[in-house]
């Protein structure tokens, strides 16, 4: 099957989920396509926001398209909107893009559309490395906006423990604890039910327990760690993992978990997807 991948943007999950993913699939991955390039696929993947822009041109030479919806609100114009008006917002855009399928990236995303789940892999180079004997440094990875309120807590939290708060650590294996969270207009309804998890995700293949918030990511990949809604739990969730014997068995469940969230592990699935996909459109 010729798949071509489209989309764009300078964010991490775009070269993830399409430029990562394309090239283990061995598909034609472009973020200009040609008419060429569509008249060239059997199926046409299109990746988060690029699908209004190139959905006219694939209807026009009548390929079918597969719509990857990470991330498809406006961020973070649409993180206020009710559970109601993101499921009208999400069913607007299907029904104006007309994909034979949608992907979600998150379960309760997939059931909201009647699509297909597909979990967002690790990062490359991840595995689970030795727990330390006692715990030093606390990392947190993505734009540190999303963090609001919550960077100065875990700053200070840190400082009084003598331990080191560091965003966007080169290796998420040099840190001890991993934190995911999210607050003010970075936070909302539709960040804790359709949020990829891709960091629940990395804290997985590197062995660290994570703290963060209740979403439906969470509740569907059961990352290690401490869930919490407030500044207030943050010193009673750090306090938790200080043990290394807790920390230690953290590593050895990762060491079996860590595996179906690698690159070729969730390319492989989403191969599987999208063969049975063409497949069904081509009979």
Same mark, same amino acid.
Request: hydrophobic share 45%; net charge positive.
């Given at each position: 099957?010729?798949?071509?991948?489209?989309?764009?943007?300078?964010?991490?999950?775009?070269?993830?989920?399409?430029? +990562?993913?394309?090239?283990?699939?061995?598909? @034609?991955?472009?973020?200009?396509?040609?008419?060429?390039?569509?008249?060239?696929?059997? =199926?046409?993947?299109?990746?988060?926001?690029?699908?209004?822009?190139? &959905?006219? =041109?694939?209807?026009?030479?009548?390929?079918?398209?597969?719509?990857?919806?990470?991330?498809?609100? #406006?961020?973070? /114009?649409?993180?206020?909107?009710?559970? %109601? +008006?993101?499921?009208?917002?999400?069913?607007?855009?299907?029904?104006?893009?007309?994909?034979?399928?949608?992907?979600?990236?998150?379960?309760?995303?997939?059931? /909201?559309?009647?699509?297909?789940?597909?979990?967002?892999?690790?990062?490359?180079?991840?595995? $689970?490395?030795? !727990? #330390?004997? #006692?715990?030093?440094?606390?990392?947190?990875?993505?734009?540190?906006?999303?963090?609001? #309120?919550?960077?100065? *807590?875990?700053?200070?939290?840190?400082?009084?423990?003598?331990?080191?708060?560091?965003?966007? $650590?080169?290796?998420?294996? !040099?840190?001890?604890?991993?934190? !995911?969270?999210?607050?003010? /207009?970075?936070?909302?309804?539709?960040?804790?039910?359709?949020?990829?998890?891709?960091?629940?995700?990395?804290?997985?293949?590197?062995?660290?327990?994570?703290?963060? +918030? $209740?979403? *439906?990511?969470?509740?569907?990949?059961?990352? &290690?760690?401490?869930?919490?809604?407030?500044?207030?739990?943050?010193?009673?969730?750090?306090?938790?993992?200080?043990?290394?014997? @807790?920390?230690? *068995?953290?590593?050895?469940?990762?060491?079996?978990? /860590?595996?179906?969230?690698?690159?070729?592990?969730?390319?492989?699935?989403?191969?599987?997807?999208?063969?049975?996909?063409?497949?069904?459109? !081509? %009979?």
């Amino acid at each position: 099957m010729n798949l071509l991948i489209v989309g764009g943007g300078k964010a991490g999950a775009w070269q993830m989920r399409g430029v +990562q993913v394309g090239t283990a699939l061995g598909a @034609r991955v472009c973020t200009n396509p040609t008419e060429a390039d569509v008249r060239w696929a059997d =199926l046409v993947l299109l990746v988060k926001k690029s699908a209004p822009v190139w &959905a006219p =041109l694939v209807h026009q030479v009548g390929k079918p398209i597969v719509w990857d919806a990470l991330d498809c609100w #406006r961020q973070p /114009a649409d993180h206020g909107v009710t559970e %109601a +008006q993101a499921i009208a917002l999400l069913h607007n855009q299907i029904r104006a893009l007309k994909p034979i399928l949608t992907i979600g990236a998150t379960e309760a995303m997939a059931k /909201a559309c009647d699509g297909v789940y597909l979990p967002h892999h690790s990062w490359a180079g991840l595995t $689970p490395t030795p !727990a #330390r004997e #006692r715990v030093t440094t606390v990392g947190y990875e993505g734009n540190p906006l999303y963090l609001g #309120r919550w960077r100065v *807590a875990l700053e200070q939290q840190c400082t009084a423990r003598g331990w080191t708060f560091v965003v966007n $650590p080169p290796d998420l294996r !040099a840190m001890d604890l991993l934190v !995911a969270l999210r607050e003010g /207009a970075w936070d909302g309804w539709i960040c804790r039910a359709w949020k990829s998890g891709v960091k629940l995700v990395n804290a997985i293949a590197a062995g660290r327990p994570v703290i963060t +918030q $209740p979403g *439906a990511a969470v509740a569907e990949l059961w990352p &290690a760690g401490s869930v919490i809604e407030s500044v207030e739990e943050l010193s009673s969730a750090f306090d938790a993992w200080t043990g290394v014997e @807790r920390r230690h *068995a953290v590593v050895e469940a990762s060491l079996q978990r /860590a595996p179906q969230y690698t690159l070729a592990s969730v390319a492989a699935r989403y191969g599987q997807i999208l063969a049975f996909t063409g497949a069904s459109c !081509a %009979a």
